[in-house]
């Protein structure tokens, strides 16, 4: 499986943006996916994820209520819809898949991700 992110972009504070993963395979609707972010100098941080089916979704407490994460197993796509962005939201964004098909305790490390894209810049100017 590949994943290919993409979307990212340059959006002012309290602007909207949304980022697109595509799966290579169908493959990936058993499995859980995932957003990541980094920002430059810092550990790679656990923004959102959604449970195989859509049933179940988690959010970082700093994207709760701004970001919603969402997927089409149909179409092979993940989508990470952002808004009232901040300038702290700056920060490459990372799709990913989960290796487990279950969700696990340990869901917001990226160690419990197997497969992930390459990555896209994401920057809030203030």
């Known amino acids: 499986v590949q994943l290919q992110a993409s979307g990212g972009g340059l959006v002012q504070t309290e602007g909207s943006l949304r980022l697109s993963c595509a799966a290579s395979s169908t493959v990936i609707s058993s499995y859980g996916m995932a957003w990541f972010r980094q920002a430059p100098g810092n550990a790679r941080e656990f923004v959102a994820r959604?449970?195989?089916?859509?049933?179940?979704?988690e959010y970082s407490d700093s994207v709760r209520g701004r970001f919603t994460i969402s997927r089409d197993n149909v179409r092979k796509m993940v989508w990470l819809q952002m808004a009232s962005m901040k300038p702290e939201d700056t920060a490459v964004y990372y799709c990913a898949k989960d290796r487990n098909q279950y969700r696990t305790p340990a869901y917001s490390s990226p160690s419990s991700y197997d497969i992930w894209g390459q990555g896209t810049l994401v920057t809030v100017s203030s």
């Open positions: 959604v449970s195989p089916s859509s049933q179940r979704t």
